[in-house]
């Protein structure tokens, strides 16, 4: 399936389908389905129950998470998940410590549908939310499902593009992508497409952020980990 930059950017999402009939059903691109059904179906029998934290995400709900975060509302994260005073930063530096750990609207994996946060719902004692870090997977309760998941999800046509931190997105083991779906939607996500975009939007940092925008490119949307071979 061949996507329009607005949907590539999260703008246009009826492409989109529902996993299943409930109201507000997480939406994926419609060639993640079956391979999603698969790997939950071994995540099952081996006793876990992988549940989607965030599938898809618009251009929208980016864009407020980036202009939260820019203005200083909502919390922007060192690379030891320390908080940041954003309000001592310049503006370049706003827009590099916001990428560390929120993907710059139009460039996010999520905007596709497919790419999933995942955990095992049945890790989590009661009452206990899950806060997606690097702790709760490497030695928390989502240490055994992320063994598990790191194992099996090739298997089932899914990488994890954040694997390891390449000094561009930090490491995210709960972040899994359709290895034949996402990489041919990459290569058609296009730096001049972006800036297009980007000149558009009303998004906060706007100067900051064309005049990196290859950087950008280079360091947070091209530069992800190595993509196993899968015959799927």
């Known amino acids: 399936m061949t996507l329009s930059l607005a949907q590539l950017t999260g703008q246009d999402t009826q492409f989109l389908v529902p996993i299943n009939a409930r109201p507000n059903a997480p939406c994926l691109h419609p060639e993640v389905l079956e391979h999603l059904e698969a790997l939950r179906h071994s995540a099952h029998q081996a006793g876990f129950t992988l549940t989607i934290a965030s599938a898809h995400r618009s251009f929208d709900r980016q864009l407020a998470i980036w202009n939260g975060k820019y203005r200083g509302e909502k919390p922007v994260l060192d690379d030891h998940g320390q908080p940041i005073d954003i309000h001592t930063l310049t503006d370049n530096e706003r827009v590099r410590a916001i990428l560390r750990w929120s993907a710059l609207p139009g460039t996010s994996r999520h905007h596709w549908g497919t790419d999933l946060d995942v955990f095992d719902r049945q890790a989590l004692a009661p009452g206990e939310s899950l806060a997606l870090t690097q702790a709760e997977y490497d030695h928390g309760p989502q240490a055994r499902f992320a063994t598990w998941l790191h194992a099996h999800a090739p298997r089932y046509g899914f990488f994890f593009p954040y694997a390891q931190d390449q000094g561009g997105v930090a490491r995210e083991p709960w972040h ?57």
């Open 176 to 232: 899994i992508s359709h290895i034949a779906t996402s990489q041919s939607l990459l290569n058609a996500l296009t730096l001049d497409g972006l800036h297009h975009v980007i000149a558009q939007a009303p998004i906060l940092g706007q100067q900051a952020i064309l005049e990196q925008l290859d950087w950008i490119y280079s360091t947070y949307v091209t530069n992800i980990c190595e993509v196993h071979s899968w015959n799927g």
